[in-house]
């Protein structure tokens, strides 16, 4: 079969065209970036999870009504999404200082915040990313008013529900980062969450030993990355018996070259 048109290849994902007009295809690859891309590496597997893991998320969050870009999964690593218009904001949802806020205003990593603190970066890699008020997206019309207005209700809305449904199997939601899009019908256009959510964006806490169970494993070359994000998948039931289950899987299709 010949291989779809390719529109985007990012740091965790390329992007290809849709089978319809308005799709697109993810492809959730292994490879694994931090700090602005300074350090590189691979997650055997990660992909994989991570595909599964934003499945359920995506479409958990699509019941509560909160509307967002996943159609459905297509296979191991891909999965058929709206296509949408980025808006060039990464929304970072904060319960808990850790990463970047700890080491900006020197507060504990670990130390609960007073109350929920949503902060905004540009999106731009050759920046890195910066941090950015309300004032300059306003400013420099990267979304209206009534567009960051959508964009904080959904991201309150997306961090309770997150912060139960991890609560729920023992994680605690440290902080984590959303993106959304605009979808246009005709002159108008609508803002929906896109993205993925999954443990490459997340802070994901070990309830009762801390332990980090998402990127910071990498970020911090503690080791046993492909391990966490599997144990995020099985506790939230997305691996059965055996937690090997969905690699052993794939191995399995490569070698009958699937
Ligand atoms: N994050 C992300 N992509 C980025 C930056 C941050 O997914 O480009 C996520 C990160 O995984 C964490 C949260 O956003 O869950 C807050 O990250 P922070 O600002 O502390 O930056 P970091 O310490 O990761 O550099």
Redesign the pocket.
Known sequence: MARRRQIYEGKAKILYEGPEPGTIIQYFKDDAT???AQKKGTISGKGVLNNRISEHIFTLLNTIGVPNHFIRRLNMREQLVRQVEIVPI?V???NVA??????RLGIEEGEPLPRTLI?Y?YKDDALG?P?VAEEHIACFGWASQDEMNDIADMAIRVNDFLCGLFAGIGIRL????LEFGRLWENDYSRLILADEISP????LWDMTTNEKL???RF?RDLGGEVEAYQEVARRLGLLREDANEVLDLEQHRRKRGK
């Open positions: 931090a700090f602005n990464e970072v949802v904060r850790a990463g970047s806020l700890s080491t902060e970066c990313d941090l440290v902080d984590f980062k490459d964006g997340c802070r998402d990127k910071d970020r």
